[in-house]
Structure formats: C-alpha cells, structure tokens
C-alpha cells in the first residue's frame, strides 16, 4: 500500500516507509487511491472470531476513519522561544492611552491566544487590562465628583430659591423651615426679617442641635460686625435658618441670618433700614449704661445718653458659679444677694442723687442648659420717674 502524506510538516515520513507498528497516516482524499463502490462481503456469523486475512491482491481496501480537525502550527521565535503575542502588545498600549474597550477587547482574546499557543505576553495583556481597569475607576471617581458638585450647586441654588432674600420680612408658618415661610410687607407686624447668608464649611452632618447652634453663633457674630449688635430692633434677637440633614446631604452649607421677634406675642413693626441701631440685648449692657426699658417682659433695651431722660442704668455684671442649675427660686435668691452685697459698696461710697429701686436679671434653667450663668444688676427711679443722671459714682 503506498503511503499518504501528512499535512503537518513536522513528521514527515522517512523515504524507506513506516517504521514497523506506526499508525496509517490520515490523507487529503485526492492523495488516496481510487476504490470501487463494493466493498468485502462480512464472514458468516458462525465462524469463528479470527485476524483477517490480507486482502487479496487487487482488492479494495477499508475507507480511512474521518479526520480530526487539524491544529494550526506556529513556528518558535528564533532561538527557540516562544514568540510574543501580537494581541498583548496592542492591549498594553490601548490601555496606557485610555481607551478601555478596545484594551480590554485586545487583552481577553490576546489571554485565549496565549493559553491555547503557549506564546509569551501574558504580562503585557494582564497589564493593558489593569490600565483599563484603572481608568475606568478614574472616570467613576471624577464622575461621581463632578455629579456631587453639580448636585450641590443644584442644592445651594434651590435653597436660594426658597428662602425670603435680604430685606425681605417674613412670617414663619407651621414651622421655621423654607418650606413654610412667608413673604409679607415689612410695613405690617411681621415674625422675622432676612438679613444676610453664608456658607458653612464641608464636612459631615454636626446634627440638628448643633447645625442650629454653630448657625446662630455665626449670625450673632454677623451681626454684630454689621449692626455692633446682636438684636438690631426692639425685642429681637438673631437666628439661623439652617440646613436640613437631607438637604446636607445633598450639598446645601447655606445658612440664612435672620432677625426674629423674641416674643410671639410683640411682633416686628419696623424693617431694619439704615440705622442708628441703638437697642441692646440685655447680656450686651456694660456697667455704667443707661437705656429704656420699653416692657417688664422684654429681651432688649435702647440705649441711651444718661443725661437724656431714661428708666433704667446697669450697675453690675458677675456670674452665678458653674454646676448643675440650683433652681429656679434659687438662682434668683443668689443673683439677688450678690447685687446687694455690690449696692453696699456703692451707698458707702457715695450716696446716690435720687432714690433708686435695684434690680436684677438671673439665668433661667433654659439658659442654663445653654451656658448661661451671667447676673445683670440694674436701678430704676423709686419714685417710677425717669432717670436724668448717672447714679453711679463717678
């Protein structure tokens, strides 16, 4: 029987034929030899199992079994290595210069490759997929960034949006949020009066308790900068509008400075205008002022020269020692006996010009709890007359 020749070169057949015991070879069907149709009548089921016979001379041999499909063959890189995976190389670049899908594309098929044809590469197409990977990070951060921010903005915009502008009065309805304020003419008895806005600085969410005490400290310090006073008007005090927990998250650090009436019962009548602003909250009175008392219930008092008349002169300023609240009818009994003990000095010293009526003002357990401990000591007229002269030695 003549010998087919193999497709793959690597085993060629030596010209003095197979070896004994060697396999046929599998031929292309146009190097076999041509065979009839009929093909060699089986033995009879009765005889006996034995080795065929050589077929007799002239006679058609057995088709060959299918062929298994054949392996491509790449020959080794000079010197005996493998050679470098063409696919990997472009997956390293591609990666290096950002452009994630072709990287990753490049470096899974440059990975098959390698694993099926033993090629070198390996590295370069596990580094192009990193590099992929890396900037595909890179993007999220900076879009996750920039989404952050413009979601921030959106916030302090909106926030703007809702909330009354500077010089604008306003009463607070249901509660003292953006979403229930609102906007009124200043001529009218009003609650509060938009002031000024600025921005607290990032960081995490302080808690409602204490975003509402840092807000109203800043405006205190605002205002006094702008009006050398915390409560511009008569019975007003400063107070913040401040973010909410939801919207902190959502990038809002606005805080609205406002004026407020200190009493629901005695709104505001007036808007802040140009000033002079001469009224006083009581814990801002330094020894030796003189001011007008407008109410016995009040949270502030105008200023005033003492020889113009006026009702009231401050005389002394200390502090109830630290610890837990004593008691309301304690802390008024401590704040009275330390300002008459102080009026004794005075009377040993000079008699005063009128006779004079002492006062006090002491902190409550609401104050307390908030650091108050300040004692404020004052006189009026025993007579219910205006004051028209300092009582205090000079």
């Not at 604008?168 to 806005?197: I, N, S, W, Y």
């Not at 600085?201 to 900068?225: L, N, S, T």
């Not at 808007?271 to 006083?280: E, M, T, Y």
């Not at 007008?292 to 009040?298: C, P, Q, S, V």
Request: contains cysteine.
């Amino acid at each position: 029987m003549t010998q087919p020749s193999n497709a793959d070169e690597t085993a060629k057949p030596s010209p003095a034929g197979p070896a004994p015991g060697d396999a046929p070879r599998w031929a292309p069907p146009d190097a076999l030899p041509e065979t009839s149709d009929e093909t060699a009548a089986p033995p009879p089921a009765s005889s006996p199992a034995s080795s065929p016979a050589d077929p007799p001379a002239g006679s058609p041999a057995d088709p060959p079994p299918a062929p298994p499909a054949p392996v491509p063959w790449h020959p080794p890189a000079p010197g005996g290595r493998p050679r470098a995976n063409r696919y990997a190389l472009v997956a390293l670049l591609t990666g290096l210069f950002g452009m994630v899908l072709f990287a990753i594309g490049f470096g899974i098929a440059a990975l098959v490759q390698i694993s099926r044809r033993g090629e070198r590469g390996k590295g370069m197409a596990i580094g192009g997929l990193a590099a992929a990977a890396a900037w595909t990070a890179g993007g999220t951060i900076v879009a996750a960034v920039s989404f952050g921010t413009a979601v921030g903005d959106a916030a302090e915009e909106s926030s703007l949006a809702l909330y009354p502008k500077a010089g604008q009065c306003f009463d607070f309805v249901g509660a003292d949020d953006a979403a229930e304020l609102k906007v009124m003419p200043c001529t009218e008895p009003h609650q509060a009066e938009m002031v000024l806005r600025f921005t607290m600085p990032k960081g995490p969410f302080p808690g409602d308790q204490e975003v509402q005490r840092r807000g109203d400290a800043e405006c205190e310090r605002r205002f006094q900068a702008r009006f050398k006073t915390k409560a511009p008007l008569d019975n007003s005090a400063a107070h913040a509008v401040v973010p909410t927990r939801i919207g902190w998250r959502l990038g809002d650090r606005g805080v609205h400075c406002a004026v407020v009436a200190a009493l629901e019962t005695s709104p505001l009548t007036q808007p802040i205008g140009s000033g002079p602003w001469n009224h006083r909250a009581l814990d801002e009175l330094r020894v030796g002022d003189c001011f007008i008392k407008a109410r016995d219930e009040t949270f502030t008092v105008e200023l005033t020269e003492c020889g113009d008349p006026h009702n009231g002169q401050l005389t002394h300023r200390f502090e109830l020692p630290a610890g837990a609240y004593p008691g309301d009818h304690a802390a008024e009994k401590k704040a009275e006996q330390g300002c008459e003990a102080r009026w004794k000095e005075i009377r040993a010293e000079r008699k005063p010009p009128v006779p004079i009526q002492p006062w006090h003002w002491n902190p409550t357990k609401e104050t307390w709890a908030e650091g108050d401990r300040l004692v404020l000591c004052y006189v009026t007229d025993a007579r219910d007359r205006d004051l028209t002269r300092s009582v205090l030695p000079s």
